[in-house]
């Protein structure tokens, strides 16, 4: 089917039929998914799906509906409840649409080779890097493997004249495993996602993985509640990287709810905190030409040794601010409204190999793994559990569980005083190891 063509005729349509301004956000695509347990096939799954979202605005009220079906009717039938709903809403003076119809190309976003890879390869894959994990010393259970594969294609059309569409894919495999000690269970697991099949790890390397975490983490110690060094490892990035993105979310800086709302252009951390985010990045697996709403995405330093350079905006946020979107509109699929979020996003590297920040370390945790909120968006404030191992006179002494972490986001940024060579661009919210110089860390 010829979406751009479809689009643009749903975009005349929702004229016709009474709106002032609309947008039509199209996506079709198909979903593989494999489970494998103890070596059985325990799912295989395909699905296919495709709809429409429409976006139309009268007399500056706004309203949304979507159709999973791509027939003339039932598309006809959400365009007439989207005007219908439109007419009983409030109306908004920053209820407008992107006109940006420059466009740009990222390379390495679809790979055709995916589909054509033959289903038993992939099962094999997956039936391999559980085999592989469950030979270490140690493991005791698989906790399953897995397969996944998607191929999709967008396209945006708005009444400004925007029409563009990109194609994506990727994939990726991982495993889970528990290692058993007595009475004693732990558990591990790694995974590999990429947008080329080719591209993807060994399974040897993310079977070793899997089973290094689970074994690893057996004969835990506590530890005595204290402030010491902790060392964030790139699989707990997230803990520092989500409370980031959501105090620059430029919705919750005009609405005051952002710790970092009024500290634009004012330093905020260390020289070795560098953010960025990064859309239009070779094979990324959050890169796109455009965002959810069709405005041309960039790379972006959001904040430069320290400094804070800029927050994330999606077209109607920033009318609202008095700016121009950032590109950061984020969409669901074509059953959602565009919010705000991040695409490649990411703490620069440093210079310094991971083993030299454990060596540098006279006392701390290692953190490895980490539940909880991280960072809040709103106040700053930090807390969380975590697990890890315990480092003493540069040294890995003895693996810890059950110990908390906390302080606040200033601690965490302006005490980042080691930072890691180690950034795997290949993950989409990702950081390289780095340490903070002290935070609180409670334990018995």
Request: charged letters at 25%.
């Amino acid at each position: 089917m010829d979406y751009k063509s479809l689009a643009e005729q749903l975009v005349k349509l929702s004229l016709k039929k009474g709106a002032d301004a609309a947008e039509i956000y199209i996506s079709s695509g198909r979903e593989l998914s494999i489970e494998v347990r103890n070596g059985d096939i325990e799912t295989v799954q395909e699905a296919a799906t495709a709809g429409a979202g429409i976006r139309v605005f009268v007399k500056g009220r706004m309203a949304f509906a979507s159709s999973n079906d791509l027939r003339e009717a039932p598309l006809d039938e959400a365009i007439t409840r989207a005007i219908g709903f439109a007419k009983i809403t409030t109306a908004d003076k920053d209820n407008v649409l992107p006109d940006d119809k420059s466009t740009i190309d990222v390379p390495g976003l679809y790979d055709p080779e995916i589909a054509k890879v033959p289903l038993e390869r992939k099962i094999e894959l997956a039936k391999t890097v559980e085999s592989l994990a469950m030979k270490v010393a140690g493991v005791t259970k698989s906790a399953g493997s897995q397969f996944q594969e998607g191929e999709n294609e967008v396209v945006i059309a708005n009444s400004l004249g925007v029409l563009k569409s990109y194609r994506s894919s990727g994939c990726g495999y991982g495993v889970a495993v528990v290692a058993e000690k007595g009475e004693q269970k732990s558990s591990g697991s790694e995974s590999c996602s990429r947008r080329f099949f080719s591209d993807l790890k060994k399974p040897e390397e993310v079977a070793a993985k899997a089973a290094k975490d689970a074994v690893g983490m057996l004969d835990p110690k506590m530890v005595k509640t204290q402030k010491a060094a902790v060392i964030f490892d790139p699989d707990v990035a997230g803990m520092l990287l989500g409370g980031i993105i959501g105090a620059i979310n430029g919705e919750r800086v005009l609405q005051n709810a952002s710790f970092l709302g009024k500290k634009l252009n004012q330093k905020i951390g260390s020289d070795l905190l560098t953010v960025i985010d990064d859309a239009i990045r070779p094979k990324g697996l959050a890169s796109a030409p455009f965002d959810g709403e069709g405005v041309t995405t960039q790379k972006r330093i959001l904040i430069e040794k320290g400094v804070l350079k800029g927050f994330l905006y999606n077209t109607i946020v920033a009318k609202r601010a008095g700016v121009k979107s950032t590109g950061n509109a984020s969409r669901g699929g074509f059953t959602s409204l565009p919010s705000i979020g991040p695409h490649n996003f990411y703490l620069a590297a440093g210079t310094v190999k991971p083993e030299e920040i454990i060596k540098a370390t006279k006392a701390g945790l290692w953190l490895k793994e980490g539940t909880g909120y991280g960072i809040n968006p709103v106040n700053g404030q930090f807390s969380g559990g975590a697990s890890g191992y315990w480092i003493q006179d540069g040294k890995v002494a003895f693996p810890v569980k059950g110990l908390t972490v906390a302080g606040s986001a200033d601690e965490m940024f302006n005490g980042i005083d080691m930072l890691g060579d180690d950034l795997d661009l290949n993950r989409g919210r990702t950081a390289p190891t780095f340490r903070i110089k002290l935070l609180q860390i409670g334990g018995e």
